[in-house]
């Protein structure tokens, strides 16, 4: 008979502490990050009554919807009165083509830069790159003298060119680095069975893409509909994003401070990235470990 197998070692009490230790930590972070959006939610569904009545962290006694529809079409951002209803319709204008788009072009300048290269690429590649981490109020003037030469100034069209224009840059630089780590193998041999190179690009790369698309339509629509200084900047009185709505909403004076109308907007014009991170953010994190920061 063999050696009676040696039983499995008690877990250790040391361990076991550490890990309530960093379960404690972890949660207090967790509830000091989410402390504001509590507040945020439970002061959008109660009266005024129970608002200045009540403690800021009480739970409503009776839970009261009528903040978020006068938020939505009534609330006064200025001298309109409104709501929120035509700044998230444009803001909606204007990400949708302009996500679209800037995702298109990076990607397909993601795969001429790393693997369709030529004389000069890489240093198209450092401009670009330089693009990323230039401060966006270095773009002001020009960007609004360009606009202007256009003839889409203060137009929901040129707030999607800007938001393009800046766009690509991130975008290029998230293919291209998630296409550096294909291998080049697919590509020689599809051109040596004569696969042109749209042909490639469409039926051998695009299919492979799908992770480092989601995180390039996750990135770009948040930074897109989060924007308040282009919005600010580059919109006219018929196009302003939902961010300008809501800063002129919460800076309207009136004779009685409505602060659930104030939350009750401001989770309005959040509840949009909130729902892209909550349903597709696994993949964004997914695309990410894929490749798409590796270089």
């Known amino acids: ?11 250790s009490r040391s361990l076991t502490w550490q890990r309530w230790l960093l379960w404690a930590v972890l949660i207090g972070f967790a509830a000091f990050f989410l402390l504001p959006l509590y507040v ?3 002061t959008s569904i109660k009266s005024m009554d129970e608002i200045r009545g ?14 978020f529809g006068k938020a939505w079409s009534t609330a006064c951002t200025g001298a309109d009165c409104n709501g929120l209803q035509p700044f998230f319709w444009n803001s909606v204008m204007i990400v949708v083509p302009a996500v679209l788009v800037s995702t ?8 001429v830069l790393s693997k369709w290269k030529f004389k000069g690429s890489e240093t198209m590649f450092a401009l670009l790159l330089f693009g990323v981490f230039m401060p966006l109020q270095v773009i002001l003037l020009p960007m609004s ?14 707030l ?31 051109m040596l069975d004569g696969a042109s190179f749209w042909r490639i690009f469409t039926r051998i790369v695009l299919p492979l893409s799908t992770p480092i698309i989601v995180v390039c339509l996750i990135w770009q629509f948040t930074q897109i509909w989060n924007d308040f200084l282009f919005g600010v900047v580059f919109s006219g009185a018929d196009s302003k994003p939902v961010t300008v709505g809501l800063n002129n909403l919460a800076n309207t004076t009136s004779s009685v401070k409505e602060y659930n109308v104030d939350m009750a ?3 309005i014009a959040g509840l949009p990235t909130l729902l892209v991170y909550v349903i597709a953010g696994k993949y964004f994190v997914r695309g990410l470990t894929a490749g798409a920061v590796k270089g």
Request: hydrophobic residues 55%; aromatic residues 10%.
């Open 1 to 11: 008979m063999g050696a009676p197998a040696a039983s499995a070692p008690a877990p």
């Open 40 to 42: 945020m939610v439970v």
């Open 54 to 67: 009540g403690s800021l962290l009480a739970l409503p006694h009776a839970v009261d919807f009528a903040a």
């Open 104 to 111: 298109a072009l990076g990607g397909i300048n993601g795969y």
């Open 145 to 158: 003298q360009v606009l202007g030469w256009l003839g889409i100034a203060s137009s929901v069209w040129g």
């Open 160 to 190: 999607i060119l800007v938001h393009l224009l800046c766009g690509l840059p991130g975008t290029t630089l998230f293919f291209r680095n998630y296409y550096a780590a294909l291998p080049d193998e697919l590509i020689k041999a599809a």
């Open 265 to 267: 907007a401001a989770l």
